[in-house]
């Protein structure tokens, strides 16, 4: 059965007038759109090529301790996305990113405070580390979920080769943000480029997924391609999609969503039945594919279920104050 967008709280709809008014004048003023640098020679890329990608397989081993969810369809996971640059509804990532997403060249940039920064193209970062197939839930704010096959490897490799300075505290993600491409951008629905940010511990944690592909193929556009980060045991939105660069920071990262309604969502956003969202119960959720309309919804565990490997990381915090 097809969830219509219409039974979810969308993202979208946590712009009260004032924020709406403010970054539309932050817009007028020019100081909101603060990603010509990123994105100049993509500009004229652009211009030049925007055919879609060819999947390509990828060869994965699997890795240990895969739940035994569901997996959801890949029609699913890959026809129902949240990728605002593409526009606030769930059909549009499939729609357009596609065809219009660029892939090639690839640069991911990671700096600030490490003592080598580097910068690495796709093909450099398939050699990096062996690719894992690894299965998580993936719950979304708004209380769906999915069970994704990504093809990735743990993020603390690709930190670790430039090597974080002790100074080093939290890790920033910043996503691709091309005018030319991205149609969601003209609307200021959110501050672009998008960025999202964790802890530095939370960063190395081996569950912190970077991700090149799903379902045994390259990334679809619509999945955040060609290089996205995924963070298990927390909401979807902390899984920023086609990263482009990271940055090793001193201090807290503030993330496009905790920007755009910090009473609604906080730097950390682990997984948690028990805090409510401000507008709606975060107890259970629908999964995507597999739970419809009609049938109740699931119960969402603490930490999307990985609490066992994850809840030290926050010994002795108060979850409910940082949420
Ligand atoms: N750059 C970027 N990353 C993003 C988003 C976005 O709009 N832009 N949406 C987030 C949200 S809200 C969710 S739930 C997941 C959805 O990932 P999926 O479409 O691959 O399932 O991507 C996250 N990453
Ligand atoms: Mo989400």
């Given at each position: 059965?097809?969830?219509?967008?219409?039974?979810?709280?969308?993202?979208?709809?946590?712009?009260?007038?004032?924020?709406?008014?403010?970054?539309?004048?932050?817009?007028?003023?020019?100081?909101?759109?603060?990603?010509?640098?990123?994105?100049?020679?993509?500009?004229?890329?652009?211009s030049?090529?925007?055919?879609?990608?060819?999947?390509?397989?990828l060869?994965?081993?699997?890795?240990?301790?895969?739940?035994?969810?569901?997996?959801?369809?890949?029609?699913?996971?890959?026809?129902?996305?949240?990728?605002?640059?593409?526009?606030?509804?769930?059909?549009?990532?499939?729609?357009?990113?596609?065809?219009?997403?660029?892939?090639?060249?690839?640069?991911?940039?990671?700096?600030?405070?490490?003592?080598?920064?580097?910068?690495?193209?796709?093909?450099?970062?398939?050699?990096?580390?062996?690719?894992?197939?690894?299965?998580?839930?993936?719950?979304?704010?708004?209380?769906?979920?999915m069970?994704?096959?990504?093809?990735?490897?743990?993020?603390?490799?690709?930190?670790?080769?430039?090597?974080?300075l002790?100074?080093?505290?939290?890790?920033?993600?910043?996503?691709?943000?091309?005018?030319?491409?991205?149609?969601?951008?003209?609307?200021?629905?959110?501050?672009?480029?998008?960025?999202?940010?964790?802890?530095?511990?939370?960063?190395?944690?081996?569950?912190?997924?970077?991700?090149?592909?799903?379902?045994?193929?390259?990334?679809?556009?619509?999945?955040?391609?060609?290089?996205?980060?995924?963070v298990?045991?927390?909401y979807?939105?902390?899984?920023?999609?086609?990263?482009?660069?990271?940055?090793?920071?001193?201090?807290?990262?503030?993330?496009?969503?905790?920007?755009?309604?910090?009473?609604?969502?906080?730097?950390?956003?682990?997984v948690?039945?028990?805090?409510?969202?401000?507008?709606?119960?975060?107890?259970?959720?629908?999964?995507?594919?597999?739970?419809?309309?009609?049938?109740?919804?699931?119960?969402?565990?603490?930490?999307?279920?990985?609490?066992?490997?994850?809840?030290?990381?926050?010994?002795?915090?108060?979850?409910?104050?940082?949420?």
């Amino acid at each position: 059965m097809k969830i219509r967008s219409a039974d979810i709280t969308p993202e979208s709809v946590v712009l009260g007038r004032r924020a709406w008014l403010s970054s539309t004048a932050r817009r007028a003023t020019g100081l909101g759109v603060g990603l010509s640098g990123l994105t100049a020679s993509s500009l004229s890329q652009a211009s030049v090529s925007r055919l879609a990608e060819p999947l390509t397989p990828l060869a994965a081993r699997p890795w240990p301790g895969m739940p035994t969810d569901k997996l959801t369809p890949v029609h699913d996971v890959t026809g129902y996305n949240n990728f605002y640059e593409f526009g606030t509804d769930k059909a549009d990532p499939q729609r357009l990113a596609p065809s219009r997403l660029q892939v090639r060249p690839y640069q991911l940039v990671v700096k600030g405070l490490v003592a080598k920064p580097i910068t690495l193209g796709f093909d450099d970062l398939l050699k990096l580390s062996p690719l894992e197939e690894r299965i998580y839930r993936l719950r979304c704010v708004e209380g769906w979920s999915m069970v994704i096959p990504w093809v990735g490897f743990s993020l603390s490799a690709v930190l670790r080769r430039a090597q974080p300075l002790g100074s080093a505290k939290y890790v920033e993600f910043i996503s691709q943000a091309d005018r030319a491409t991205m149609p969601g951008l003209s609307s200021p629905v959110l501050d672009w480029p998008y960025q999202e940010g964790l802890r530095l511990d939370e960063a190395m944690h081996p569950l912190t997924t970077l991700t090149v592909g799903l379902y045994g193929k390259t990334l679809p556009a619509q999945n955040g391609s060609p290089v996205r980060l995924v963070v298990p045991w927390k909401y979807g939105f902390k899984s920023a999609k086609s990263i482009v660069e990271i940055r090793l920071v001193e201090s807290q990262p503030i993330p496009s969503w905790v920007k755009t309604a910090p009473q609604e969502y906080g730097f950390f956003s682990n997984v948690n039945p028990a805090v409510p969202h401000r507008r709606w119960s975060q107890a259970t959720e629908r999964r995507i594919g597999e739970d419809g309309l009609l049938s109740p919804r699931r119960p969402t565990l603490p930490f999307n279920g990985y609490a066992d490997q994850v809840a030290s990381l926050y010994t002795g915090m108060d979850l409910r104050r940082f949420f």
